[in-house]
C-alpha cells in the first residue's frame, strides 16, 4: 500500500485550521482551555516537524512495517502527563470532528494505536507517560496505569513481596492499556486465568470527557472495557487482583527435531498438555532450522518445548515422567528459580540477570506479522506430517502452540469479553519476522499462506482469533455509515469475540452512539434497524 504522505500531512493542517473555522477556538486552545491549568499540556503536546516529534512516535512502534517514509502520521501526538490531558483530548477530538488513536505499549501488531488507514487527519493520545504501580501487599491489589508496561507492573509487584505477581504477559514491553482491553495471557492462565479474569476496578474517561469508576461507569460499561478492545473511552488505570505465587517456580526449555521423535512428541503434546495441572503450563514452538550434519546441512521441523510449572523440580519430573515420558525430560534440564527471575528466562534473558532489566521500555525491534487460530481437535500424526512438510517448503512462518485447559475450562465464556474458554484445546501463533523492508511483500504471503494451509484442523464458523494478536486481514471497518460499518465489524468482532460481539455491539451503542472511539477493528454501533 502506498500513502501520499506529505499531501496527507498539508491536508491534515488544511483540516485542522479548516474545520475549526465554525467555532473560535482552534484545536490547540481547545486542549490548553480543557486541561487542568495547574497542570499545563503545551509541554506534552508534539505537532508534526517539531524537532521531537519523530523521537517521540518513534520511542513506542514495535513494528518496522509502520516506521516507513509511506506510514500515515498523526499532526500531533499529546503525551498526557496528568490525566486532565486525558479529558482535554477526548472533549476537543469529538468537538473538532478528529480521530483519535490512543496508544499504551504500542505492541498491536498491526499499528493500531499509532497508524489509521482511511487517510482521515488525526492525533496520538499516548499514555507512556501514565505509568505508576501501586502495589497493596495487605489486600493483594494494585492499581495500575495503563501506560505502564508488563515488566514494570512486574518489578514493583516484586519489590514489594517475592511471592505476589500478575498472570500477564510473557513480552515485558508490552503496555497494560492494549494487554488488558484484550484479554492479555500469560504462562499461568491454566491456574489464574487472564488478566481480565483478575480486574477488579477501573478508572477511565468516558465519551463526555467524564472520569468513571467501575461504580460510576456500570456493569455493562465495566464488562466492556475490561477486554473488548478501545471502543469504551480511554482507561487510565486498572485495579488487578494479584495472585500468589511459591517461592520458587521451574522453568525449562528443550528441543526435539523430526530426527528426535518430534512428530510423536508433539501429537502427544496435543493431547497431555491441556490435561496437566493447572500449575503447568507447556508450550511448543515449531519452526524450521538448518542442521549441520557431517555431509552436508539438513532441513528440519524443530518443536521447542517450553514449561513454566508453579512448584519444584522434583514434582515436576514426576509428573512429566508419568505423563508425557516421551518427552524425556531430566533433571539438568530444568531451572528452579524465583517467579520475578523466571519473566526473564520467558523473556530470553539469562536467569541471574538483574530484575531492573524490566525497567527498560526500549526493545529491538522487527518487521514482523502475526495470525492466530485456536484448535478444538487434536491433529492426526498425518495431519501433522502434512504440516511440517508445508513448513519446511516454507521455512519463515512459525508456529506457537498455546495450551488451554484447566480454569480455563471453567470460567464462562460470557464472564468477560474474551470468548474462548471451554472446548479449546490449544491456541496458535502464526509468526514470520523480518529484517529488510523489500521483504515485506513475500513474508507477509508466507504467513498468510500457511494460515490458510491450516484451515481444515482449526475452529470453524467463523473461524476464531485471538483478540490481542491483531490482524487486519479479518477486515477493516471504513465507518463509512452505520449498516456497513455493522456488517464489516461482525465479520472480525465475531472471530475476536464470538458470541459476545452482540452484546459489546449494544454496549457501545449505548455509551458512545457517535462512534469517536473508533478505529479499523472497532466495535461499530447498532443499525437503527436491528
Ligand atoms: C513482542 C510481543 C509479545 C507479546 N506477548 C503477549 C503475551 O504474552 N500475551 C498476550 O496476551 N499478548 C501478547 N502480545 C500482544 C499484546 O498483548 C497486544 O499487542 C496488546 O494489545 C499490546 O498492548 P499495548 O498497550 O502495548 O499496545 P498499543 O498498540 O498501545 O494498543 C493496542 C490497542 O489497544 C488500544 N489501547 C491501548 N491503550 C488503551 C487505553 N489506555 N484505553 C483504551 N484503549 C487502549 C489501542 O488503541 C490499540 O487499539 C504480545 C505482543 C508483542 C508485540
Ligand atoms: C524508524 O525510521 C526512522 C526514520 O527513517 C529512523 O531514523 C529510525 O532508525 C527507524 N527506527 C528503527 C528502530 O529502525
Ligand atoms: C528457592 O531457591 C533458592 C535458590 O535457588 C533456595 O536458596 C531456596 O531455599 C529455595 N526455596 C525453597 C522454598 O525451596
Ligand atoms: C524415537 O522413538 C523410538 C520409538 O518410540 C525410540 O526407540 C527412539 O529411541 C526415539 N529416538 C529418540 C532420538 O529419542
Ligand atoms: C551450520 O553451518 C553453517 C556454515 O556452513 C553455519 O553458518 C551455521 O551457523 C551452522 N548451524 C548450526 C546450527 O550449527
Ligand atoms: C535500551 O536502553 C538501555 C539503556 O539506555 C541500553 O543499555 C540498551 O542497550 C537498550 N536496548 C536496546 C534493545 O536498544
Given at each position: 500500500m502506498k500513502y501520499p504522505s506529505i499531501l496527507l500531512i498539508l491536508f491534515s493542517f488544511f483540516v485542522v485550521f479548516t474545520r475549526e473555522s465554525n467555532s473560535s477556538e482552534t484545536f490547540t486552545q481547545c486542549i490548553t482551555s480543557n486541561s487542568d491549568p495547574k497542570h499545563p499540556i503545551s509541554p506534552a503536546v508534539f505537532f508534526v516537524g517539531k524537532p521531537s516529534y519523530s523521537s517521540v512516535l518513534e520511542?513506542?512502534?514495535?513494528?518496522?512495517?509502520?516506521?516507513?517514509?509511506d506510514t500515515p502520521k498523526p499532526f500531533l501526538i499529546i503525551a498526557a502527563t496528568h490525566e486532565s490531558h486525558v479529558q482535554a483530548a477526548v472533549t476537543c477530538g469529538q468537538r473538532h470532528n478528529l480521530q483519535m488513536k490512543i496508544r499504551s505499549g504500542g505492541h498491536d501488531y498491526d499499528g493500531l494505536s499509532y497508524v489509521t488507514y482511511s487517510g482521515e487527519p488525526f492525533f496520538v493520545l499516548d499514555m507512556f507517560n501514565l505509568r505508576s504501580v501501586e502495589v497493596d501487599v495487605a489486600s493483594k491489589t494494585a492499581w495500575v496505569q495503563t501506560g505502564a508496561v508488563l515488566g514494570e507492573v512486574y518489578y514493583h509487584i516484586w519489590e514489594k513481596s517475592s511471592t505476589l505477581a500478575y498472570p500477564a504477559g510473557i513480552c515485558p514491553t508490552v503496555g497494560v492499556g492494549g494487554h488488558v482491553s484484550g484479554g492479555g495471557y500469560s504462562n499461568m492462565m491454566r491456574k489464574h486465568g487472564l488478566t481480565v479474569d483478575n480486574t477488579i476496578d477501573a478508572r477511565m474517561v468516558d465519551v463526555n470527557g467524564k472520569k468513571l469508576n467501575r461504580k460510576l461507569m456500570g456493569e455493562d460499561h465495566f464488562w466492556a472495557i475490561n477486554g473488548g478492545g478501545g471502543s469504551y473511552g480511554v482507561v487510565l488505570a486498572y485495579k488487578i487482583s494479584l495472585v500468589e505465587v511459591p517461592e520458587n517456580v521451574t522453568v525449562f526449555s528443550i528441543s526435539r527435531t523430526l530426527e528426535q521423535n518430534a512428530t510423536e512428541i508433539v501429537h502427544r503434546w496435543q493431547h497431555v498438555a491441556p490435561e496437566l495441572p493447572d500449575e503447568l503450563f507447556l508450550r511448543t514452538i515449531i519452526e524450521v532450522v538448518f542442521v549441520n550434519g557431517t555431509v552436508s546441512t539438513q532441513k528440519t521441523v524443530r518443536a521447542t518445548f517450553k514449561a513454566m510449572f508453579l512448584g519444584d523440580t522434583t514434582t515436576l519430573l514426576s509428573i512429566l515422567n508419568r505423563r508425557f515420558p516421551e518427552l524425556g525430560l531430566i533433571r539438568s534440564d530444568c531451572t528452579e528459580t524465583s517467579w520475578i527471575q523466571s519473566v526473564l528466562f520467558w523473556a530470553d534473558i539469562q536467569v541471574?540477570?538483574?530484575?531492573?532489566?524490566?525497567?527498560?521500555?526500549n526493545q529491538t525491534v522487527t518487521y514482523l506479522k502475526r495470525k492466530s487460530d485456536y484448535v478444538r481437535e487434536p491433529i492426526s500424526r498425518t495431519g501433522l506430517e502434512s504440516i511440517w512438510k508445508k513448513m519446511m517448503e516454507l521455512e519463515i512462518p512459525t508456529m506457537t502452540f498455546t495450551p488451554y485447559g484447566g480454569v480455563m475450562e471453567k470460567?464462562?465464556?460470557?464472564?468477560?469479553?474474551?470468548?474462548?474458554?471451554?472446548?479449546?484445546?490449544w491456541k496458535i501463533q502464526y509468526g514470520s519476522d523480518w529484517s529488510e523492508g523489500t521483504l515485506t511483500t513475500r513474508y507477509m504471503d508466507l504467513t498468510r499462506e500457511l494460515y490458510q494451509f491450516m484451515t481444515p484442523f482449526v475452529s470453524k464458523n467463523p473461524r476464531q482469533t485471538f483478540p490481542n494478536y491483531r490482524d487486519l486481514d479479518l477486515g477493516i471497518n471504513s465507518h463509512y455509515e452505520k449498516i456497513s460499518s455493522y456488517f464489516e465489524g461482525k465479520r472480525y468482532g465475531e472471530s475476536y469475540f464470538g458470541g459476545n460481539f452482540e452484546r459489546l455491539v449494544k454496549i457501545k451503542t449505548r455509551v458512545d452512539s457517535g462512534n469517536f472511539?473508533?478505529?479499523?477493528q472497532s466495535i461499530p454501533v447498532l443499525p437503527y434497524f436491528i
Open positions: 520511542a513506542n512502534i514495535r513494528n518496522l512495517r509502520f516506521n516507513t517514509s541471574g540477570s538483574s530484575e531492573k532489566l524490566l525497567l527498560q521500555r470460567i464462562p465464556s460470557t464472564a468477560t469479553p474474551f470468548p474462548h474458554r471451554a472446548g479449546n484445546l472511539f473508533r478505529n479499523e
